[in-house]
């Protein structure tokens, strides 16, 4: 029986790996986090009761314990992160200071208490890397200059990986996993009316439910492998069990290749499938697409990577894991799960 520390266990992979394991296993979930509108359904279920431990704090104050907590369990997910594009042009220091140095000491009592620690990296690793895959162990890890802090992100995690391999190299048992685009229910509040301050699909979504026009950032060219937020939990939940420890020392990314789509054909997609669904017709036949710059949308320090598709090969041979979900049923989900609050999130218009 495992002992499962989810630090940031509200935040979108945070409750759906949560449910998962409660679901499906025998182990504990011991999480923290500052709010539990995600996770209310978990904590309210008497099934669950027993084997779900949660504490609201907040991993720069609540350092006691987060140590104790290292201690106490098996499997550490340090979970807690900015990851929204505006937020890195508008404050990177915020950036760095929870992404790295706030990470930083659980890393540490995961390797001096001895944990498998399941790591977030990031498919912004790779930064602007020009190979037709990026390869976790041999692509080139290429950022923009310094003067575009959009950077900021993908560095704090890139220095933050090689400290983890270093700690490896002196004993720490870890698994880096990098997620490309997981979509689904839960990614970002859909209440958020503010340009920029979720991620694409949740933005989108938001729009067509208020009947407001989708900004296409430099035309949209720009293509994204999308994954469904299950098969990432399905290879997640893989990495933790780490049968024959054949997870430990690694670095996955977990993706679909096959969902390789460009932020344009995302649009069209969405609004192809919103007037299937009462709740979303009237907003999304208002809505119209636009163009706008990078510049104008997120600041003048933005930059952007045009593909950004995983090489997965160690990943679904090591893990005997495959991505399943077709770029279709991942938005219908989407669409599926958030229909009892469009009245909520009209709202916003008034």
Not at 77 to 92: D, R
Request: net charge negative; proline share 4%; charged share 25%.
């Amino acid at each position: 029986m495992k002992k499962v520390l989810i630090l940031g266990v509200n935040g979108f992979i945070g409750h759906h790996l949560s449910k998962r394991i409660l679901e499906t296993t025998d182990w504990h979930v011991y999480g923290m986090d500052m709010s539990t509108d995600r996770i209310t359904d978990v904590l309210e279920n008497e099934a669950y009761k027993s084997r779900m431990h949660f504490f609201e704090g907040d991993i720069t104050i609540n350092k006691e314990w987060v140590e104790y907590h290292v201690k106490k369990c098996d499997v550490i997910l340090p979970l807690v992160a900015i990851a929204t594009p505006s937020t890195y042009v508008k404050a990177p220091l915020r950036v760095f200071e929870l992404d790295f140095e706030a990470n930083l000491p659980i890393v540490r009592s995961a390797a001096k208490y001895g944990k498998h620690l399941v790591f977030p990296s990031t498919s912004e690793v790779y930064g602007m890397c020009h190979d037709a895959e990026f390869d976790p162990e041999n692509s080139e890890l290429v950022c923009g200059p310094i003067n575009k802090p959009r950077w900021i992100y993908s560095n704090a995690k890139q220095l933050m990986d090689r400290v983890i391999w270093g700690y490896g190299m002196e004993g720490l048992n870890f698994t880096l996993f990098r997620p490309f685009n997981w979509i689904g229910a839960g990614l970002d509040s859909i209440h958020t009316p503010k340009e920029g301050s979720s991620r694409v699909v949740t933005q989108f979504f938001g729009h067509i439910v208020r009947g407001e026009n989708i900004s296409l950032v430099d035309g949209g060219a720009q293509k994204r492998a999308f994954t469904d937020i299950d098969d990432g939990i399905d290879a997640l939940m893989k990495i933790i069990e780490n049968k024959d420890g054949a997870a430990s020392g690694k670095i996955y990314n977990i993706g679909n290749p096959v969902n390789n789509y460009s932020i344009r054909e995302l649009a069209t997609m969405m609004l192809a499938l919103a007037p299937q669904y009462p709740e979303y017709a009237e907003g999304a036949a208002k809505v119209k697409i636009v163009e706008t710059t990078s510049g104008a949308y997120y600041g003048t320090g933005y930059q952007d990577v045009q593909n950004r598709v995983p090489k997965i090969t160690n990943t679904c041979e090591e893990l005997n894991w495959q991505p399943a979900t077709t770029m279709a049923d991942a938005l219908k989900k989407i669409f599926d799960a958030y229909r009892g609050q469009v009245a909520e999130a009209q709202k916003l218009m008034d």
